[in-house]
């Protein structure tokens, strides 16, 4: 079983940064595809960005290349979401998500066995 917590979420004017942390306990984490999905008030939950177990490959919305950045770092059981030149359509839940291993990044969130709570993003015009 995977446990994920996150953390790194806020306010923020709009064309600022934020990074956002997924702290993931259980053994598995290193072999685990990671993925983070936000959702909106009144909106389906939207895929953002995925990464495989290895951080060899990734995957990024149309919405959100060149701006955002999904890494990992395996020793430390932990993905980031650097999140830059924000924009208030951003503003959302964020949720980190764990899957199987795979080399292709799934992204849809159904594809996703394990969620965080999520963390809250507003971005001010």
């Known amino acids: 079983q995977v446990q994920l917590v996150e953390s790194g979420g806020g306010l923020v004017q709009a064309g600022g940064s934020l990074r956002l942390s997924c702290a993931a306990s259980?053994?598995?984490?290193?072999?685990?595809?990671m993925g983070w999905s936000r959702q909106a008030p009144g909106k389906e939950r939207e895929f953002v960005a995925g990464?495989?177990?290895?951080?060899?490959?990734?995957y990024y919305t149309d919405s959100v290349k060149a701006r955002f950045t999904i890494s990992r770092d395996n020793a430390k059981n932990t993905v980031f979401l650097q999140m830059n030149s924000l924009k208030p359509e951003d503003t959302a839940v964020y949720y980190c998500?764990?899957?199987?291993?795979?080399?292709?990044?799934?992204?849809?969130?159904?594809?996703?066995?394990?969620w965080g709570q999520g963390t809250q993003v507003t971005v001010s015009s």
């Open positions: 998500a764990a899957g199987p291993l795979s080399l292709v990044v799934a992204t849809t969130p159904i594809k996703y066995d394990h």
């Open positions: 990464i495989i177990w290895s951080g060899g490959r990734t």
């Open positions: 259980g053994r598995i984490f290193s072999t685990s595809n």
